[in-house]
């Protein structure tokens, strides 16, 4: 078990997050432009993460060819960063590579509002949007999908799970974050890479929650600007890809 821990909070609830997209649904249905919420959008993490991996795909960086990517978002909220990287993957990727995208959340009316926006939006394209608690000890999903997804993403839902330090009775009374990696390990094949964006722990912190107890390593890192005080130097983000060797 890892010994970083945060404090609890209700953004670490799923009740807080059904109530959030429930409101989130009902500003769309009002105004189909308010796709809601783009998290950590103040450090620009979203783009910096879509063009990290389309720099990687163009310059042939990944650890193996692909002629379809298997993409998964881990905890996709609204959709939004699926989303973009569809439309930026158009316009940027220089290679002749197809790509799947699939976006799951804990949240029952997460998954309703991407697939609203998805119709809206998306229709023609290849998203798909499930409800799936990645901490379930027996999960269908996880064993349907072993080793299936190639790239693998996190913003910030590994600090939502951090929020909640309640013991997960499915996992033998570990908290989530403590079995995160492991569990997200299982959709992982040999050279999978997951990249993970954190405000809530640092660059250290993150390589000790992920690595711990499992065959992931760190593969390269997004750079973010870095703020000095007190002598002590720091970004208040941190995106780290990681890989299943």
Same mark, same amino acid.
């Given at each position: 078990m890892s010994d970083i821990r945060l404090n609890s909070s209700k953004l670490g609830t799923q009740e807080y997050w059904n109530t959030f997209y429930e409101r989130e649904i009902g500003n769309f249905e009002h105004n189909e432009d308010d796709t809601g919420e783009c998290w950590f959008d103040d450090s620009d993490a979203e783009s910096k993460m879509i063009e990290f991996l389309i720099q990687k795909i163009n310059?042939?960086?990944?650890?193996?060819?692909?002629? *379809?990517?298997n993409i998964i978002d881990l905890g996709t909220g609204n959709g939004h960063l699926l989303f973009q990287m569809y439309d930026d993957f158009e316009q940027e990727l220089d290679v002749q590579v197809d790509y799947n995208f699939k976006g799951i959340d804990?949240?029952? &009316?997460? %998954?309703d509002f991407s697939n609203k926006i998805k119709s809206k939006k998306y229709e023609d394209q290849r998203f798909? @949007? &499930? /409800?799936?608690d990645l901490l379930k000890k027996q999960s269908d999903f996880l064993d349907a999908n072993r080793e299936k997804y190639d790239i693998l993403l996190d913003k910030g839902t590994?600090?939502? #799970?951090?929020? +909640? /330090? &309640?013991?997960? &009775?499915?996992?033998?009374?570990?908290i989530g974050m403590d079995v995160y990696g492991s569990q997200v390990e299982k959709l992982m094949h040999r050279d999978s890479i997951l990249l993970i964006t954190s405000? +809530? @722990?640092t660059e250290e912190e993150l390589v000790k929650i992920i690595t711990k107890e499992t065959e992931l390593k760190v593969w390269d890192k997004i750079t973010y600007p870095v703020f000095e005080f007190?002598? %002590?130097k720091g970004? *208040? #983000?941190c995106s780290i890809a990681f890989i299943k060797e």
């Open positions: 310059d042939g960086e990944l650890p193996r060819h692909y002629d *379809t990517l804990y949240s029952a &009316e997460s %998954v798909e @949007f &499930e /409800q799936v590994l600090d939502a #799970i951090a929020l +909640n /330090q &309640e013991p997960v &009775e499915d996992l033998d009374g570990k405000c +809530n @722990f007190g002598g %002590v970004s *208040t #983000i």
